[in-house]
């Protein structure tokens, strides 16, 4: 069939679809999008394994993050899930942020990597703070804590905008925040426990019960029922000095009208 089009020379191969970028190279803030989702969505898909004939087996979890972002999950060994990470730690986890209308216009994040068991007291903490109900059955003997740690992410923003990620792109650098690691349960406590009115203005909302599930670097994670919100701070901090400072600047702007509504 005849055709007007001239085709590219046998040395120039045809573009095919279009992939994501890297992130550094998006057009949008693709790092600070994929890390809010990882701090505000609560449950997701995992994807592992079967061992033995390498079928993809996809179930629903609860999800909490570490102080640095790594993903967390308490799994029961009972669960087909768990069976194949502990043969193959290979998997993946889905963030979606979900929201009225077409679900495929809506943020999604996933992240691939290695699932391990982990004994971390601050994993424990900070999951159940992130899930409260889960302290029913966090200490049946069939439980425990695992953690993902990444290998790499692939962010989809909506339409036409999608990049991949790298772990160092996914995860904080926590060197020289060790006082903030340290220090963070106490804060933690000292705010729900002090500053409740606080909490409401940085989540600009002072209907809801809001309470501080983390701190990090870059900002903290508030929780009301089933709602989650993710408050960065106007820049990263690295010691309880500088916590405190921010911290005391940020509910006074809330307080002046500065606030933002939650996420």
Known sequence: ???????????????????????????????????????????????????????????????????????????????????????????????????????????????????????????????????????????????????LEPTAGHLNGGFAKAATLTKSELLLDLSGCEAIVAGEAGAVSHMNADHADALAAYAGDATANWRLTGIDPEGMDLLAGDRTARIPYPSPVRDMGSLRKVLVEMAASARAGGGGPAA
Request: proline residues 11%; glycine residues 6%; positive net charge.
């Open 1 to 147: 069939m005849a055709s007007d089009e001239t085709p590219p020379p046998l040395s120039e191969p045809r573009r095919g679809p279009a992939q994501p970028l890297p992130a550094s190279e998006a057009p949008f803030d693709a790092i600070g999008l994929a890390r809010h989702l990882l701090r505000t969505v609560r449950s997701g898909a995992l994807a592992t394994l079967d061992p033995d004939d390498g079928t993809p087996f996809a179930s629903l979890v609860t999800m909490a993050t570490d102080v640095d972002g790594t993903p967390l999950m308490l799994l029961s060994r009972l669960s087909g899930h768990t069976r194949n990470l502990l043969k193959d730690p290979r998997a993946s986890l889905l963030f979606s942020a979900g929201g009225k209308g077409d679900p495929l216009a809506h943020p999604r994040l996933t992240v691939t990597g290695l699932v391990r068991r982990t004994e971390e007291a601050r994993a424990r903490e900070r999951f159940l703070m992130r899930h409260p109900k889960a302290k029913l059955y966090a200490d049946f003997p069939d439980f425990a804590f695992f953690a």
